[in-house]
């Protein structure tokens, strides 16, 4: 009796982990790929000079969102908004020097959520805007190239824990030694704007980062979880630092300059900026526009920096393949916003025009039927959350500002009124006042309207005909057949959100960024 009895428990428990094997086989996991400063210079967007034969290859499982666009074209804004599936106004991240849990305490993050419903969670590299980690969103410390990781108490956002590993590269062959200041008090560059660099790939973050990734996907699969591992790229990030075999992809004479190197006929001065974060760089030409031959090295340096990161992200989709893992791993890959090479005349992000808040949006699921094709409706930033949680089987929490992309996974060509909204904001002596900039997008048009801050009072108007006008060269805002589009697109902008953020202890002093951000 006894015996049997034994046997008994052992079918039980064999049972029961069997059942636990099966549900974990069956539960996908995620692979959260980042990509900083990256605009949709792919091959899988159509551009044939780029040399990106690994995204590519993830565009081929998957859906290409065409029009994907962020809610904020800065750093943080975009990330927090991503992360929490709501956008600047409710997270009041409109800058660099503010938590999103200053406003949203109780914030349940896109990993958060996940880690709530038994995922092992981890974050790699730069995923929150550096300084801004967040611990309740992981499942341990967040791992940086530079030799250390973050974590926050649980209780009290503010206080960070930092400890140390043995993964410690930098970016440039040999940074400069000085601590000295620019005018306005920012600290200067270690190096120049660009470097072909003589270091190996794994010597550089980037490289450094996929490494430990590859080592993380096979570690992850035999804890008998799904994961959530979120992977962070800096490249193209200024500095255009790469590898020399990176560079050497792309002939010099073949790298074009941008369709116009002015700001739209028509459009209000304070829409651009005066390329702040360029121009801290040492060696970068003082004027503006930059000159053409110095554009044209800039611009060869960004798609060296493509490659390079393209490389690494290939490395990821290897160690998925070698452990078994492809067929049951969402995989999403996002530039957190676009970026201006010289367009407008103007280098990085912080407006609202179409190059800087269009970024790639790449969605694979396992078995989806339409994978390879590509989806033009107009998508946000803040719909990835909602996304990757119906996808994944767990329920569309409530309280988000998007909604699900999978009728497109589905049905690239599904039937839509989607319009994508972002916004920007300019500081007092921009525009006579602080005024904050919402941009509505449609499958056609792009409406701006610059509204002062805290009131409704819109001090400028901006409409650009993207079909017939994709290099946005001329504002036809005032155009009397044009009312009705403006008219129509403003009704889909949202109410005016109040001005300030409620400041909390310790919480980082709130500022708006203008062009001069370094992120």
Not at 124 to 134: A, N, P, R, T
Not at 162 to 170: A, E, L, N, W
Not at 357 to 383: W, Y
């Amino acid at each position: 009796m006894a015996a049997l009895k034994q046997v008994r428990l052992l079918v039980v428990i064999v049972t029961v982990l069997l059942a636990s094997a099966l549900q974990a086989a069956q539960t996908p996991n995620v692979l959260f790929i980042a990509v900083d400063d990256l605009r949709p210079e792919l091959g899988c967007y159509g551009n044939k000079l780029i040399k990106s034969p690994n995204i590519d290859r993830l565009a081929s499982r998957g859906t290409v969102f065409n029009r994907a666009y962020c809610q904020q074209a800065v750093c943080s804004p975009s990330r927090s908004s991503l992360l929490t599936g709501r956008r600047p106004d409710a997270t009041r991240v409109w800058d660099l020097e503010t938590h999103f849990r200053v406003a949203l305490p109780d914030a349940v993050t896109l990993p958060q959520y996940f880690k709530a419903n038994g995922y092992h969670c981890a974050a790699l590299s730069k995923i929150y805007h550096h300084g801004f980690e967040d611990g309740l969103s992981w499942s341990e410390p967040h791992w940086y190239p530079n030799g250390g990781a973050i974590d926050t108490d649980k209780v009290d956002w503010t206080k960070q824990i930092k400890t140390r590993h043995d993964v410690k590269v930098q970016e440039y062959a040999a940074p400069a030694q000085t601590s000295s200041k620019q005018p306005g008090g920012k600290l200067a560059k270690a190096g120049p704007a660009f470097e072909v660099s003589s270091k190996a790939d794994d010597q550089l973050p980037d490289g450094a980062t996929a490494a430990e990734a590859v080592k993380r996907i096979a570690s992850l699969k035999g804890t008998g979880k799904p994961f959530f591992l979120a992977v962070g790229f800096l490249k193209p990030h200024l500095p255009f630092v790469a590898p020399k075999k990176y560079w050497d992809l792309y002939d010099p004479g073949q790298i074009p300059l941008p369709a116009t190197d002015r700001l739209p006929e028509g459009a209000p001065e304070f829409a651009g900026h005066t390329n702040g974060e360029l121009h801290n760089y040492p060696g970068v030409p003082t004027e503006n526009p930059i000159p053409a031959d110095f554009a044209k090295t800039l611009r060869h340096g960004y798609y060296a920096c493509i490659s390079y990161t393209d490389a690494q992200i290939g490395r990821l989709l290897d160690a998925l393949d070698k452990e078994g893992l492809a067929d049951n791993t969402v995989i999403v890959l996002w530039g957190d916003h676009g970026w201006q090479l010289g367009d407008h005349g103007l280098w990085h992000k912080h407006t609202n025009f179409e190059i800087a808040t269009r970024a790639p949006l790449l969605i694979s699921v396992p078995g989806q039927k339409s994978a390879g094709q590509a989806c033009n409706t107009p998508v946000e930033f803040v719909d990835v959350y909602p996304t990757l949680a119906d996808v994944c089987g767990l329920g569309v929490p409530p309280g988000l500002d998007g909604t699900s992309l999978k009728p497109f996974i589905e049905n690239p060509a599904a039937s839509s009124t989607k319009v994508a909204i972002s916004q920007y904001p300019r500081g007092a002596g921009k525009a006579g006042g602080a005024v904050m900039g919402y941009s509505v997008r449609d499958d056609r048009w792009r409406l701006t309207l610059w509204r002062q801050r805290g009131g409704d009072k819109v001090v400028a108007t901006e409409l650009y005909d993207e079909k017939n006008d994709p290099a946005e060269t001329v504002n036809v805002a005032a155009k009397p057949e044009n009312k009705a589009v403006v008219e129509a697109l403003t009704k889909r902008l949202p109410p005016v959100a109040a001005s300030g953020n409620k400041a909390k202890p310790n919480a980082k002093k709130s500022s708006i960024p203008d062009g001069k951000a370094s992120e």
